[in-house]
């Protein structure tokens, strides 16, 4: 179970090439996941994070076939949420008096999960630090709503190793661990991924602490991150791909996305993708139902994208329900600096275009005037308005 890391540091985690969703079913885990926790045995023994609550227990047995737990020293809970605290309650039991080191939020979230079960938090803040014998320290570093209020990164001394958590993370699993290991299409691909769908709304707030980061002139050999690979060979490609990536990253793409009920819209949307290939070939066009399209797979192909095309027709004097949940998750994840358009048929009242150009604009985008509006089945002038609405988009 225990895998070498670097010097005395152990990965003691949990590969998990069967999940399929995270955050409940928002998130879609196509290629696996991990959750990685760490040993290091210095002059102190120390446990860097725990796993998810279903594998508590596993997580016991299998850290007491490589020590004895009342070796250790304290415990590091770098983030609250439960695929990292998850088998805390299991672990406490054996050793509850042994020091947990954490934020105060981490506390309240810890304590709001699991109870107030007494247990010996130690509340660290940027700059603390942790002697572990050997002449090496942990120093804490809080990375509050990175994602979440509570979470924090450990930088270890000697070794140079940046304990992450879910920071430059990915859900893929990685039976070798190491990032040079890895199929490194996959591996940037659900980099990417969990970047668009999970820290992309806390951007501004990454662009800070990598900053802030960086200005401690920390040297950094590895980087230990919650999920999926470890980054060890040219580590700070991750850090460098983030500073990039919070930067209102684009690509030269552009995304349509829509739902149809009588492929009205459907045409609308391929005449639209056609357009943009006919009036600038070298743009990539990626083209999505949002009803059958995995919502996390399209919303990384909108974090790439200049711009997007949305479509719905009227139902109900609004639209697609499909669209209008998907248009929600577009809102949350707060993207900057992107076009959108809106297109859709109707039969009579005809309100999903003004509907979705409203929450468009309400999501963050900067949505152009050009829109396709179509009374009934789309026609050969109708279909004429596609090229000044892809000309705009294009500006
Ligand atoms: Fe991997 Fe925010 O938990």
């Known amino acids: 179970m225990r895998r070498h890391v670097k010097g005395n540091v152990s990965w003691?985690?949990?590969?998990?090439?069967?999940?399929?969703?995270?955050?409940?079913?928002?998130?879609?885990?196509m290629n696996g996941s991990?959750?990685?926790?760490?040993?290091?045995?210095?002059?102190?023994?120390?446990l860097v994070d725990t796993i998810w609550t279903p594998h508590r227990f596993d997580f016991v047995e299998n850290l007491k076939k490589e020590i004895d737990l009342k070796k250790i020293d304290a415990i590091i809970a770098n983030h609250g949420e439960c695929d990292h605290s998850g088998s805390l309650t299991a672990l406490m039991s054996e050793i509850p008096n042994v020091p947990i080191y954490c934020t105060a939020n981490a506390v309240k979230s810890i304590e709001g999960q699991y109870g107030?079960?007494?247990?010996?938090?130690h509340i660290v803040k940027t700059g603390d630090t942790l002697e572990i014998g050997n002449g090496k320290k942990l120093i804490f570093v809080e990375m509050r709503m990175l994602h979440w209020p509570d979470s924090m990164a450990t930088y270890m001394t000697g070794d140079n190793i940046l304990f992450s958590n879910d920071a430059f993370g990915q859900h893929y699993?990685?039976?070798?661990?190491?990032?040079?290991?890895?199929?490194?299409?996959?591996l940037w691909k659900e980099a990417m991924k969990y970047f668009a769908n999970i820290l992309n709304?806390?951007?501004?707030?990454?662009?800070?602490?990598?900053?802030?980061?960086?200005?401690?002139?920390?040297?950094?050999?590895?980087?230990?991150?919650s999920h999926g690979a470890i980054w060890r060979d040219d580590p700070l490609q991750i850090v460098k791909k983030y500073a990039e990536w919070a930067n209102a990253y684009q690509e030269d793409q552009i995304t349509?996305?829509?739902?149809?009920?009588?492929?009205?819209?459907?045409?609308?949307?391929?005449e639209i993708a056609q357009e943009i290939s006919r009036q600038s070939p070298s743009t990539v066009v990626k083209v999505f139902n949002v009803s059958k399209a995995d919502k996390n797979e399209v919303m990384t192909e909108v974090f790439k994208s200049k711009a997007i095309a949305l479509g719905s027709p009227t139902v109900g004097n609004s639209i697609l329900s499909s669209v209008a949940g998907w248009l929600e998750f577009a809102r949350q994840l707060k993207f900057r600096k992107k076009k959108a358009a809106a297109f859709g048929c109707y039969g009579w009242s005809g309100e999903s275009v003004k509907i979705l150009q409203e929450k468009l604009k309400e999501a963050g985008f900067s949505v152009i005037d050009e829109n396709i509006r179509v009374l009934w089945t789309p026609s050969d002038d109708d279909l004429g308005r596609v090229p000044a609405l892809v000309g705009s988009l294009l500006e």
């Open 173 to 186: 699993a990685v039976e070798e661990l190491f990032n040079d290991k890895a199929d490194q299409c996959l």
């Open 116 to 121: 107030k079960r007494g247990w010996n938090f």
């Open 256 to 270: 349509v996305a829509y739902d149809t009920m009588w492929e009205g819209t459907a045409k609308i949307a391929h």
């Open 201 to 225: 709304p806390f951007a501004p707030l990454l662009t800070k602490k990598l900053e802030e980061i960086s200005a401690l002139n920390l040297p950094i050999d590895i980087i230990a991150t």
């Open 12 to 29: 003691v985690g949990y590969i998990d090439w069967e999940l399929e969703k995270f955050h409940g079913d928002d998130y879609s885990i």
């Open 34 to 46: 991990s959750q990685n926790a760490y040993l290091i045995e210095e002059g102190k023994t120390v």
